[in-house]
């Protein structure tokens, strides 16, 4: 410590530094280093003694110790004021007591530590080694992904070169330029996502049996009718995604043969609502629309170019303020299909947005009564008996004597206390309104079902 340099004083955590390596002063080898720095100081105290103006200092009343080499240091009325971390009033009334947790300090938030300059010189010294040891990983796996990349692309050059001459030794014309290729530009790829038809095949209307799956199996074999996923519906029905409709009127057709006593109906297919987290408060929807399509091209490009076929849709529906911060906003929106399978896979569930990019989450909106509180309907058409979210008992839930957002031990949820399931009805201490209730998660999980973009998950 230089005779200009006063001690700091931090507010952080001393357990660990940005490595996550411990900072603790019990290695040997770095307290004897430390220590040799620290004896330096002008005004560190040895033997109850200031080096600075040779007084004798009462360690617990005008010193501060160095939590990395625990050295103590003459803190107020040093002969030289260079040394005094404050005044004394200061000091003892919020430097002293905020650094032992004592007084008003004792149950606050945090805990401020103090380190001298020579620890402080060797803590930042460290941090930017370990910087400057990440920047080098970083760059070498760079390097390798760059050497690979070159690689892959000239044995993709190499492929193709060769693919052209066959052709032209094939067809006599050649091939003097390859379009760029883009994965939307493929019609195969984009007219499947939008194309999929989803099937229920009902249970048996004679004894109410699902379909024998060796029958469904056996049809669709033998018919070549291409299924890319089966599901059980939350009413032990059958439901099927088929690539296409000619596909679905194919099987339609067959099971009339094979299994005449199933009927089979469409799944209505859904949309996907998202949330764009991270919006700035001040912007109407239009505006909001308008500057993500100028960021984000792609999208704009999807909306124009499917909306004939209803897979452009792009509907801002709300915004609402975060909870834990007022300047930013997230914005509800109903995309279609085909733009949420873009934001997924292309764009890693990010879009560009002002100065940096918004994180795109999943929505599932699942209707819940506000009066009798039970899924797939709202209280303006509910003619059932009033229930309380809260304890289920016949009062609104506004008005529950017992509602509190801590102490669960009253609530009840009526949902699956009534429910026949076992596994429901043994576990309903929470409120009608909980996330974590396991109803309101297979509501979910159906509601899941009838999006085609979570169907070929």
């Known amino acids: 410590m230089t005779k200009n340099e006063k001690p700091r004083t ?16 019990n290695s040997s080898s770095s307290f004897e280093v430390i220590q040799d720095k620290a004896s330096s100081a002008p005004n560190i105290i ?42 004394k009033t200061s000091f003892n009334q919020h430097l002293k007591p905020a650094l032992d947790r004592t007084g008003s300090f004792e149950n606050r938030f945090g805990k401020f530590f103090f380190m001298c300059n020579s620890c402080c ?15 080098e990983v970083i760059d070498k796996k760079l390097d390798n992904l760059k050497t690979e990349f070159r690689k892959e692309l000239s044995d993709l ?24 290729v ?41 018919n070549g009718i291409q299924v890319t996923k089966s599901f059980s519906t939350s009413k032990d029905e059958v439901g099927l995604i088929l690539n296409s409709d000619s596909a679905a009127k194919t099987l339609v057709d067959k099971l009339k043969i094979s299994a005449p006593e199933h009927k089979v109906h469409d799944l209505p297919s859904r949309t996907p609502t998202v949330n764009v987290v991270g919006v ?23 909306n124009s170019d499917f909306a004939n076929q209803g897979e452009g849709k792009f509907t801002i529906l709300a915004l609402a303020k975060l909870k834990n911060n ?24 990010r879009i560009f947005l002002g100065n940096g990019t918004c994180k795109v989450y999943d929505a599932f909106h699942v209707k819940r009564c506000f009066k009798c509180q039970k899924f797939g309907h709202i209280s303006e058409k509910c003619e059932s008996t009033l229930s309380c979210g809260f304890c289920s008992k ?35 201490k929470h409120p009608a309104y909980s996330v974590d209730c396991p109803i309101f998660k297979a509501e979910q999980e159906k509601l899941k079902k009838s999006i085609p973009f979570y169907q070929k998950k």
């Open 121 to 135: 010189t060797e803590f930042e010294l460290k941090k930017v080694i370990t910087h400057d040891k990440r920047v």
């Open 326 to 349: 007022d300047e930013l906003s997230r914005a509800t929106v109903s995309v279609s299909n085909t733009i949420r399978d873009y934001i997924a896979n292309s764009c890693n569930d």
């Open 394 to 428: 016949s009062h609104e839930t506004r008005n529950c004597p017992t509602k509190s957002s801590t102490n669960l031990t009253e609530s009840c949820c009526s949902n699956c206390k009534n429910s026949e399931n076992s596994d429901y009805a043994n576990n309903f």
């Open 182 to 222: 883009n994965p939307w530009n493929d019609q195969t790829r984009t007219n499947n996502l939008f194309n999929k038809k989803v099937l229920v095949v009902k249970k048996s209307e004679t004894s109410g049996e699902p379909i024998n799956s060796s029958v469904l199996r056996k049809t669709c074999v033998e």
């Open 280 to 302: 700035p408060n001040n912007i109407t929807k239009e505006d909001l629309k308008e500057e993500i399509f100028l960021q984000n091209p792609t999208l704009r490009k999807l």
């Open 10 to 25: 931090m507010a952080s955590d001393p357990g660990e530094d940005d490595s996550g390596g411990s900072l603790s002063s």
């Open 157 to 180: 050059k190499n492929f193709l070169g060769k693919s052209a001459k066959q052709g032209e030794s094939s067809t006599g014309t050649s091939v003097n330029q390859l379009s760029p």
């Open 46 to 87: 040895s033997d109850g003694i200031c080096n600075a103006c040779q007084t004798e200092v009462d360690i617990t009343q005008y010193s501060v110790q160095c939590f990395k080499c625990e050295s103590y240091f003459h803190a107020v009325e040093c002969c030289d004021s260079t040394y005094c971390v404050s005044a």
